[in-house]
């Protein structure tokens, strides 16, 4: 298959699926609004770097493991929602004070790793690279085109939550949510519980 037909496919899907909110999203917004620009953008870098280790994982296999025991993919989708569920729960009953961070680089830390672990976790972006990716290449796909694939997945997902991660945390943005951060944060929380509750409910009809 022409390279520029596989490109053109595979990114048709991936650039919507990127810019629908999901659980990535909701993670660089509520980083920017909470903590501003800075720990938006360290989130945005977690993100990142995740999806385009699922898509070098896709691309070496992995996926074709998922789609062979179904029983290991159902475990993946509910270990994920069942993680988003605790972070969302940790989110929601979280102290006022337990937002604040003392050290630019702590925080950078916590929210690399924030938004690391909640792509990580997310069973949508595993479905979508198992589903896309791995069943766009074949033995006969060049190297260079693979590579070149990972790293767009990767650039793309830095531009998009960049800018999301920086409107968010524009002026206008925080002067008007500035007294309710801890609003946003349990916000999130029920995003979270609800988009893992939605996860768990769909494997459960799956194995039905």
Sequence with gaps: MDA???????????????????????????SSMTKGARAGLWTTLGVSLCLGLYATASLLGLSAILVQYQWLAWLVRILGASYLIYLGLRLIFAKSQD?????????????????FFVTLTNPKAIVLFASVFATSVTAETPVWLMVL?????????????????????????????????????????VVFIAIGGRILGDSRISIL
């Design 99 to 115: 937002l604040e961070i003392s050290t630019h680089g702590a925080m950078g830390r916590h929210a690399f790793r924030f938004g």
């Design 149 to 189: 694939m990972i790293g767009l997945v990767f650039a793309a997902a830095l531009i998009w939550y960049s800018l999301v991660s920086l409107f968010m945390s524009s002026a206008p943005i925080m002067r008007r949510f500035s007294h309710a951060r801890h609003w946003i944060e349990r916000a999130a929380g």
């Design 4 to 30: 520029s037909i596989i490109l053109i496919s595979v990114f048709g899907i991936f650039i919507p699926a990127l810019m629908l909110p999901g659980p990535d999203f909701v993670a660089v917004v509520r």
